[in-house]
C-alpha cells in the first residue's frame, strides 16, 4: 500500500539552529514527493517537490529536501531556523495507482523554535 | 491561498440540515479537489474533478456531494448522512491533474456541529 510516514509528532529546535523535519514514502514506481506548511486555521503552503533529477531541492522560505532512494526519504531540512518557521509541515506523495490525482499525506510534524 | 477562496471561514451545522462550502479560482486550473482534514490524520481526500461537468469519488466521498459547472467553481455539500462532519475543509487546485502538478491549497472552512 502507498504510505507516508512522518515519525515525529513534534520537532524542537532553537532559534539558529539547523532543523530536520523527517519523512518516509511506500509508493510503486519512482515517487513524486511533496512538502507543505500550515499556520493555524490557514491552508496549506507549497513549499518544494521532488519530481526527478537532482536529489537536494530548494524550495521557499530558505527550505530544502534531500531525496533518498535507497532509504526512501524525503526530508526536509533548513541550515538556520526561525521563530516564524514554527508551524505544522506536511510530506506528500503523489499516487501512483489510482488515477485521481490525490496526494497521499503525512499525519503532520509541528515544528517549534524557541528564540 | 492567493487565487483561491474558500467560504465561508467557519460554519455551523444542525442535525440534519444540508451545508454547502464554497471553493472558487481565479487561476485558470482544470482540475480541483476537495480535502477533509481532522487532527492528527493528515489530509484525505473527498471529491476530484479533473475538468469541468466532471467529478469522481475520492477515498471518503459517503454523505458529502459536489458539482462542477464552472471551471472556476467547486462547491461542496455536506449532506445529513456525514455523521461526523466536524473537520478543517480544504479546497485545491492544479493545472492539470498528472502526476508532477502542484496542487495549491485555499485558505480552508472549519465546519462545526451545533
Known amino acids: 500500500a502507498q504510505s507516508v510516514a512522518q515519525p515525529e509528532d513534534q520537532v524542537n529546535v532553537a532559534e539558529g539552529n539547523p532543523l530536520t523535519v523527517k519523512c518516509t514514502y511506500s509508493v510503486s514506481g519512482n515517487p513524486y514527493l511533496f512538502w507543505y506548511v500550515q499556520y493555524p486555521n490557514r491552508g496549506l503552503q507549497f513549499l518544494l517537490k521532488y519530481i526527478t533529477g537532482d536529489n537536494l531541492v530548494k524550495g521557499s522560505y530558505g527550505f530544502e529536501a534531500e531525496f533518498n532512494k535507497s532509504q526512501t526519504s524525503f526530508h526536509l531540512k533548513k541550515p538556520s531556523a526561525l521563530v516564524s518557521d514554527s508551524a505544522l509541515y506536511f510530506c506528500a506523495v503523489r499516487d501512483m495507482v489510482s488515477n485521481t490525482g490525490k496526494l497521499i499525506f503525512g499525519q503532520g510534524t509541528t515544528l517549534q523554535v524557541k528564540p | 491561498d492567493g487565487g483561491i477562496t474558500q467560504s465561508p471561514k467557519y460554519l455551523f451545522r444542525k442535525e440534519g440540515q444540508n451545508v454547502t462550502l464554497s471553493c472558487e479560482q481565479n487561476l485558470n486550473h482544470d482540475a480541483m479537489y476537495w480535502y477533509r482534514q481532522d487532527p492528527g490524520q493528515g489530509l484525505r481526500l473527498i471529491y476530484y474533478s479533473q475538468i469541468v461537468n466532471d467529478f469522481q469519488k475520492g477515498d471518503i466521498a459517503e454523505g458529502y456531494s459536489v458539482s462542477r459547472e464552472k471551471k472556476e467553481s467547486f462547491p461542496l455539500t455536506v449532506t445529513s448522512a456525514q455523521k461526523n462532519p466536524t473537520a478543517f475543509y480544504l479546497c485545491?487546485?492544479?493545472?492539470?491533474?498528472?502526476?508532477?502538478?502542484?496542487?495549491?491549497f485555499g485558505p480552508g472552512t472549519r465546519l462545526l456541529v451545533l
Open positions: 485545491a487546485s492544479s493545472i492539470a491533474s498528472g502526476r508532477r502538478e502542484t496542487q495549491y
